[in-house]
Antibody, heavy 121, light 107 residues
Framework: EVHLAESGGGLVQPGTSLRLSCAAS????????MHWVRQVPGKGLEWVSG????????GYADSVKGRFTISRDNAKSSLYLQMNSLRVEDTALYYC??????????????WGQGALVAVSS | EIVLTQAPATLSLSPGERATLSCRAS??????LAWYQQKPGQAPRLLIY???DRATDIPARFSGSGSGTDFTLTIGRLEPEDFAVYYC?????????FGQGTKVETK
């Protein structure tokens, strides 16, 4: 069974940094692209970033481009999201999501429970 | 980027009734559309991908149709556990985008 467990969320001030981690298990992590999707509580879903199985291709939403960096460590079956220059509007629940195939397939077939990031002064 | 517009925003139905949810894309995305279900306090769950393919373990009462710009999710007979928010998502044109959601609530 696929299991995705996010960690690293918290309350931070605007302009600071935070790193989210996602520990994956139950599947061959290095065979699949991975994504981060966020959701403001009570609102809709927003795709944030994705990375191919071998880290060769990465994509970002315009809203986070230049501030967030996605990475992965296949040896540790882990996905990361480095978030710099955080803004109040980055406040959301961040989901770690497995893709059904490669990066541009973007069929999001397994989701973690999310890590809450709150940006406030 | 592709804008997905879902209708209606809220659908009020009774258990046993049929639910029909719409998703319209701002330009053609072929059949590269997925549907997700989200219940309160839970992560989204993939129901349908590529417009009409059911994901693993999804009951047959969930079906999807459409291509190009107009898509439909149909729930044949609503079970109590089907009352939730449903999102469509496209992967036809990068970046992936989501609709704003349709809430299916108990009448």
């Amino acid at each position: 069974e696929v299991h995705l467990a996010e960690s690293g969320g918290g309350l931070v001030q605007p302009g600071t940094s935070l790193r989210l981690s996602c520990a994956a298990s139950g599947f061959s992590f290095d065979d699949y692209a991975m994504h981060w999707v966020r959701q403001v509580p009570g609102k809709g879903l927003e795709w944030v970033s994705g990375i191919s199985w071998n880290s060769g291709t990465r994509g970002y939403a315009d809203s986070v481009k230049g501030r967030f960096t996605i990475s992965r460590d296949n040896a540790k079956s882990s996905l990361y999201l480095q978030m710099n220059s955080l803004r109040v509007e980055d406040t959301a629940l961040y989901y770690c999501v497995k893709s059904m195939g490669d990066l541009y397939d973007a069929i999001l077939d397994s989701w973690g429970q999310g890590a809450l990031v709150a940006v406030s002064s | 980027e592709i804008v997905l517009t879902q209708a209606p925003a809220t659908l009020s139905l009774s258990p046993g009734e049929r639910a029909t949810l719409s998703c319209r894309a701002s330009q053609s995305i072929n059949n590269y559309l997925a549907w997700y279900q989200q219940k309160p306090g839970q992560a989204p769950r993939l129901l349908i991908y590529d417009a009409s393919d059911r994901a693993t373990d999804i009951p047959a009462r969930f079906s999807g149709s459409g291509s190009g710009t107009d898509f439909t999710l149909t729930i044949g007979r609503l079970e109590p556990e089907d009352f939730a928010v449903y999102y469509c998502q496209q992967r036809g044109i990068w970046p992936p985008t989501f609709g704003q959601g349709t809430k299916v609530e108990t009448k």
